[in-house]
């Protein structure tokens, strides 16, 4: 039992103590500490720590230890679909009865850590970008089409597959939209809108080819969250950090995650190998829709990348507020440029 005089530990005393070299049983000669939206991931020598923020949005909801808990375990099993001997364990922290915060020792847990296996960043899909090929992608892609093979089809008909991507359009619209937004990084509401119409004008115009991904079962529970810095090179090939808070969202046509990551190759200087990408796909999983699919989905998928980007501006105090403005307009411009071409 834990004094009940003892002061429970909030986000920053934990961090603290995570940040020490000397709390990792396993022995560290130092730790890193990475931020993101939703996490704060600290890399000792050989294994990464993810401990999940209390945060709590219209996607998710972290807000309880409870619920941080149920999320890691999610977390741990989806990402062993597609990496093998990465994602190793939850490990608690625990509160002492004297107060006193020890990894996997004795107390109360307060926190639950992601434990990880540190990946080699220069074999991450950013570090090779300059000099990866098809043949050196072609691993990859094959771990991902026997994945898409196998993975569980979603029963959606193609009225409510339509109706979802409305929907989500809609929100992101409204979002980038936010007053202030409007006032933090002086978008063009015009632009934003019309991004937007020409999307949910593809919806109305092409429902059709959109509904039969849904009717020929091409929905599927897939990664959600398919961009090179979550692919890794190696042997064999790892695809980390999949979309795990939120089911609906993971549940996607495989065209739509392999146009994100050639979405995301393109804005790292190798469209040629997003091209190649889908490519590979095509062949392997004997699926070739229209191009035009493709094309929607990038302009969609950059309009939601759009929309998370400005949200880190709402955070309140932003470590890189200049950042997140040029990600936020870099976005807009791909979706800009994906619905004025004419292909949708």
Known sequence: MTDPAVKLPGLED??????????????????????????????????????????????????????????????????????????????????????????????????????????????????????????????????????????????????????????????????????????????????????????????????????ERAGAGRIVEGHGDLRPEHCFLTQPPQVIDCLEFNRTLRCVDPVDELSYLALECELLGRADLGETALEGYYRCCDDRPPEALSRFYRANRALLRAHLAAAHLQDGAVAEPDKWKSKTRLYLQAARRYCADGSL
């Not at 000397?22 to 730790?31: I, K, Q, R």
């Not at 434990?115 to 691993?139: D, V």
């Not at 929100?171 to 937007?196: F, N, S, T, V, Y």
């Open 14 to 211: 934990k961090t603290r103590f995570l940040l020490s070299p000397a709390s990792y049983p396993e022995g560290a000669d130092s730790v890193r500490l990475v931020e993101t939206h939703m996490a704060r991931i600290f890399l000792t020598d050989h294994f990464a720590y993810k401990m999940k923020k209390p945060v709590r949005s219209s996607y998710l909801d972290f807000s309880s230890l409870d619920k941080r808990y149920g999320d890691c375990r999610e977390e741990l099993h989806l990402n062993r679909r597609l990496t093998d001997n990465v994602y190793l364990d939850l490990v608690p922290l625990r509160l002492d009865a004297r107060g006193r915060l020890a990894l996997d020792g004795a107390g109360v847990p307060v926190e639950w850590l992601v434990k990880m296996r540190r990946l080699r960043e220069t074999a991450s899909l950013p570090a090779l970008i300059g000099s990866a090929s098809g043949e050196t992608l072609a691993p990859l892609l094959q771990r991902l089409c026997d994945f898409y093979r196998d993975a569980e089809v979603i029963a959606l008909t193609p009225a409510q597959y339509l109706a979802r991507l409305r929907r989500q359009c809609e929100d992101w619209r409204e979002r980038l939209l936010a007053p202030d937004l409007e006032q933090k990084l002086a978008l063009d509401a015009g632009e934003i809108k019309g991004i937007a119409g020409a999307l949910l004008d593809f919806l109305d115009r092409e429902g059709e080819l959109l509904g």
